[in-house]
């Protein structure tokens, strides 16, 4: 089993929809969870961070369930700019402290 | 501020020759990274270092290594290229504390190794 896995996609969507990700994490002494978003060619680029309390930034909301050991995002109100590869980032924070483990990302296409 | 940059953004190399993909950070940053990202595998973490004069390996070490004189420049030596290490190549860099931070990546070096 992967550490982190995600649903690879893609994702089609027309604009205005709401899209949900998941991503399941197997080292239950993670500690820190963040959601990136790649461009196609580009680098990763942090879209926020995800606490236990669940943050919300604009159109989008993360959510952390540590009981079942996934972290997950949802986009409101898709927009066309929204397309790109959604990367799921878990921090194990143990003895590797710094070893960040990316999911392979979930691909989202929002449609005219 | 030009963040992290890396150079080159392109490279081909034939199989068993050597080369240095370069990595600077003007950030202050203590924490940097190389990562290599392949179709469908995500990045794979290669070598890390928490500051300068101290590397740690990752996910996927063998074939690369790394050396970190200064806190700027985190340098990515491949020692004998092989085509399974034809793949993009990307440097990050992080603040420290009591946590990882963010993580702010270069524009990437695209490899192939023929």
């Known amino acids: 089993r992967k550490e982190v896995e995600q649903d690879p996609g893609p994702f089609n969507v027309p604009e205005g929809a709401t899209v949900a990700f998941n991503c399941t994490y197997s080292n239950s002494a993670s500690q820190s969870f963040f959601w990136y978003r790649q461009d196609c060619r580009k680098e990763p680029k942090l879209l926020m961070s995800?606490?236990?309390s669940g943050n919300e930034d604009g159109r989008f909301t993360a959510q952390l369930n540590r009981a079942s050991q996934y972290i997950s995002l949802l986009i409101r109100d898709s927009k066309l700019s929204d397309s790109a590869t959604y990367l799921c980032?878990?921090?194990?924070?143990?003895?590797?402290?710094?070893?960040?483990?990316f999911g392979a990302g979930t691909r989202l296409f929002v449609k005219a | 501020n030009a963040g992290v940059t890396q150079t080159p953004k392109f490279q081909v190399l034939k199989t068993g020759q050597s080369m240095t993909l370069q990595c600077a950070q003007d950030m202050n940053h203590e924490y940097m990274s190389w990562y290599r990202q392949d179709p469908g595998m995500g990045l794979r973490l290669i070598h890390y270092?928490?500051?300068?004069?101290?590397?740690d390996q990752g996910e996927v070490p063998n074939g690369y290594n790394v050396s970190r004189s200064t806190t700027e420049d985190f340098p990515l030596r491949l020692l004998s290229a092989a085509p399974s290490q034809t793949s993009v190549y990307f440097c990050a860099s992080s603040p420290t504390g009591t946590q990882p931070y963010e993580q702010y990546f270069g524009p990437g070096t695209r490899l192939t190794v023929t």
């Open positions: 995800v606490y236990s």
């Open positions: 270092s928490v500051g300068a004069g101290i590397t």
């Open positions: 980032v878990v921090n194990p924070m143990g003895g590797g402290g710094f070893k960040t483990i």
